[in-house]
């Protein structure tokens, strides 16, 4: 079966573009599984920048969405957008400038004011670290470390989660869970309100591995996308998790954000 190519869009920001592709996420989800691919252009303060991306567009295609409030940049990418009739949006625009009608008051027009180096910017900065060292098994002592623990076969979004939680200033370890190997002691210890269980449909998880083997090259009828060994997997995993009593999400039809969104509803409950 012939796979869309995907739409790509182009976010351009004279910041690091995090707020404009969060928004593009988000939107992106009204058309899953329609592929939409993000490409982020961070740090644009002069038009030779916007002239790269612009160019791109004309090569590859593509729509942009920009968040710029130096007035120059944004003016200039609106007026090439339109002379290539390119889709383009503006994030910022309209709402700072009804702010500013609103509160009768010039804008800064300064970038990267939401992302300053305070306390804040250093906790997330050491979360995602914290992530990264403690993902998927790679250090157990972690687990004693961390704000949240995730269990979960492959595949159930384990970094992913670990990482959109980390952008919210949470220390997230994650642990695979393989029926040859015992998880490690120290999940039984810790506080079973700090444990997030990820379970999933066996047949989406199928689908979903049949994909990643296909994008690895390999043949997708492997033991790892076995619908009978993905039973055996998610049973296994299942016994885990009720022997500690954690609570269990089940992430089979959710994205990220919103598996998320009730993982930090349950530790704010519990806390």
């Known amino acids: 079966m012939d796979h869309p190519l995907p739409t790509r869009v182009y976010v351009v920001s004279d910041s690091v573009g995090e707020t404009g592709e969060s928004v593009v996420r988000a939107a992106a989800m009204q058309f ?11 740090f644009i303060h002069d038009i030779e920048g916007i002239d790269k991306v612009i160019n791109a567009i004309r090569i590859h295609g593509g729509i942009v969405v920009f968040t710029l409030v130096i007035p120059e940049l944004r003016d200039d990418l609106i007026a090439k957008a339109k002379e290539y009739n390119i889709p383009h949006i503006d994030l ?34 050491e979360a995602v670290e914290f992530a990264v060292k403690y993902d998927d098994g790679r250090d ?55 444990i997030i269980g990820l379970r ?32 055996i997997e998610l049973a296994f995993a299942d016994k885990i998790m009720s022997k500690i009593g954690c609570v269990i999400f089940d992430v089979s039809n959710r994205a990220v954000e919103e598996t998320a969104s009730l993982v930090m509803d349950h530790i704010e409950r519990v806390q």
């Open 140 to 194: 157990f002592s972690g687990i004693q470390k961390a704000d949240i623990i995730l269990l979960g076969v492959s595949r159930t979004s384990k970094t992913p989660l670990s990482m959109y939680l980390a952008h919210k200033r949470f220390k997230v370890a994650n642990v695979p869970l393989v029926p040859e190997m015992q998880p490690p002691a120290a999940i039984y210890t810790v506080p079973k309100d700090k």
């Open 32 to 42: 899953h599984p329609v592929p939409v691919e993000i490409v982020r252009a961070p």
């Open 200 to 231: 999933i449909d066996p047949d989406k998880l199928n689908v979903i591995r049949q994909e990643r083997l296909r994008t690895l090259g390999l043949a997708e009828n492997a033991t790892y996308a076995n619908v009978e060994r993905i039973k």
């Open 92 to 125: 910022l625009g309209p709402v700072v400038n009804t702010l500013g009608q609103a509160l009768h008051q010039e804008p800064r027009r300064q970038p990267g004011m939401i992302h300053p180096l305070d306390e804040d910017y250093f906790k997330k900065v």
